[in-house]
């Protein structure tokens, strides 16, 4: 034989010596386990007749108990419900709407210390006039005393006063009033600032109205301011009032032609208002701020 057949015999033998191996090591194997397996398998009880079948080979396994999980669910549960840092609070800002901001531009004055804040719109019972624009007031058997908003009446020593008090006694005086407020709560001297009504009567405009006060704008309590212009201006010229031409204490006539007097040559409002009634146009130009008063030092 050649050595090439010679070679291919040798391979040939050796792939049937290893598959004869192969073959035995699969049934030595099946041989080994086989009585392994007759001994893990449960033999079956023998039945006899009336006896039925046990019933661990009709019942299908249970499935396993889920004692610790279902233990430990209510704890859990219990210790989140309970403990107080497990549920957080929300923080008060996050609910509520923001403080709104102060706009006001003026702080009404506080009431004196023996006084107490009014409601903005309340009853009271006149007990006192002091002048034209200021009275005495009842509120909850306290005495307040109270200062006409919007309006100026002549003061002690000025012409006009008394007929100021007066109309303003007449028109009070011992009676039930409604009070209101504007702004501010009470003025530089403590009293308090307020538009007076009398029924339907509008105090504060009736003295304008009838001539005895004059428009008297001081913000921010300027609700009525003009309206009491406009009364104001009404009166004047009607010659109502304090705007009644007086007598003249020196002289019946004026000089109306050209700029002649000062303030400082009248010795009352009296004087003043004759002559500005006799000489229309103010020629003197009494009236310097134009506002429709002149020699407001005397006249005011």
Request: glycine share 8%.
């Amino acid at each position: 034989m050649s050595r090439n057949q010679l070679a291919v015999a040798a391979v040939l033998g050796m792939a049937v010596v290893l598959t004869f191996c192969c073959l035995c090591v699969i049934l030595l194997t099946y041989l080994v386990a086989a009585p392994f397996a007759d001994l893990s398998a449960t033999p079956e009880p023998p039945v006899t007749a009336g006896e039925t079948a046990p019933t661990t080979e009709t019942t299908p396994p249970m499935p396993p108990t889920p004692t610790a999980t279902a233990a430990q669910t209510p704890t859990s549960t219990a210790t989140i419900a309970h403990s107080p840092t497990q549920i957080p609070t929300p923080e008060p800002t996050d609910t509520h709407t923001p403080a709104p901001t102060n706009t006001s531009t003026m702080t009404p004055t506080p009431l004196p210390p023996t006084a107490t804040s009014t409601p903005s719109v309340t009853e009271a019972m006149v007990s006192g006039i002091i002048d034209g624009d200021t009275i005495e007031v009842q509120i909850a058997g306290q005495t307040y005393r109270l200062r006409y908003i919007g309006i100026e009446c002549p003061e002690a020593g000025q012409y006009g006063c008394s007929q100021a008090t007066e109309a303003n006694r007449q028109l009070v005086e011992g009676k039930t009033v409604r009070l209101e407020r504007d702004v501010s709560e009470t003025d530089q001297y403590g009293r308090l600032l307020r538009y007076v009504y009398v029924g339907d009567l509008f105090v504060n405009a009736e003295l304008v109205r009838r001539g005895y006060a004059t428009a008297w704008t001081y913000p921010p309590d300027v609700a009525f301011s003009d309206l009491f212009v406009q009364l104001e201006s009404e009166a004047r010229d009607g010659g109502r009032g304090l705007w009644a031409a007086p007598t003249p204490t020196s002289g019946s006539t004026w000089n109306c032609h050209g700029n002649l007097y000062n303030c400082g040559d009248f010795s009352s409002c009296a004087q003043v208002m004759s002559y500005w009634n006799a000489c229309p146009g103010d020629p003197s130009r009494l009236d310097g701020d134009r506002d429709g008063v002149p020699c407001e030092s005397l006249c005011r």
